[in-house]
């Protein structure tokens, strides 16, 4: 069976097709792309709407009252399910801090997700991070890396791991950058009081990306640019961006795709209480007040991740007048490539499909 989806328009990692198609096979991968008369299929559906990829989540840390790191299997499942039906099709479960012990079973405990594809990996934020930018995360549970934890924790994963933030200023960090790129794990620069030096040695030693850009930094400094002058300027690291209302003000996001176009992503740092009412809720061990959907630290003192999904970020990113293409580059094909995939819905890829319509909102379209 192959089935034909065609639209006005199709949004892919590589092209823009205008009156467009694409076919999906009996696997469920795109099998060809094109425009104009299509091929002769057993199915064929014109939707109303653009076409484009499934979005892609590297910085998730749960939902629906569950965070990725305590909680289990099946409500990691859930979890997963509530990103997806909003249209995360490809989702990275973060793990705040916990203790040593806590993480590497945490870590065990997903990893059969990893396996059987609910999750598209695990991300380590902690417990390698800078107490003077520690957010949400437990100040008594930071400390450096030490080759015999980096070890750990890649040994609980079995391969499943594929992104750990840390802050390279620490003792050990940069020995931990470089092994944790030998393992294929991503590395990325976060929580961090580093200066411009620290974050460069890092790159050097292979960091590709940066957390949740502005927070959990120190802020960009004329005569001390820190992490934010060098994830603005260094062309081999690509920077996540929160933009929710609040983590970011949007002049702020604008300032970073006018010095980074092509290098910011969309994430969306969903916090347990993402898909839930208003309340107290938990992140990293600290005490979390969630009111009109912000997240902050039971003190005030900080934000401590959002209540939003990427999709979320998608439209109000298009509603402040980003192209289309540009915010799919953001929220699919650019995350798609730091893990290692290729360019989405191009020929061999799954055909995990969404429309985009005149409101600007997301719905999935099943292919099969």
Known sequence: MTALLRARRIVTGTAELRDGWLTVDDAGLVSATGTGTPPPTDTATTVDGTIVPGLVDLHAHGALGHDFASCSADDAVAAAAHHRARGTTTLVASLATGSVDDTATAIAGLRPLVVDRTLAGLHLEGPWLAPAHRGAHRADLLHAPSP???????????GALRIV??????????DAVRRLVAADVAVAIGHTDATADDVRCAVDAGAT???HLFNGMPPLHHREPGPVGVALTDDRLLVECIVDGHHLDPVTVDLV???APGRWLLVSDAMSATGCPDGPYTIAGSA?????????LADGSSLAGSTITVADAARRMLANGTPLAEVVAASATRPARLLGRPA?????TPADVLVVDDTQTFRQVVTQ
């Open 288 to 296: 979390v007040s969630v009111r009109d959907g912000v997240a902050r």
């Open 148 to 158: 015999a934890e980096v070890d750990r924790y890649l040994d609980a994963a079995d």
């Open 344 to 348: 989405p819905l191009t020929v061999g």
């Open 257 to 259: 795709r006018r010095a």
């Open 209 to 211: 990306l940066v957390t």
């Open 165 to 174: 933030t840390l802050a390279p200023e620490l003792p050990g960090a940069i």
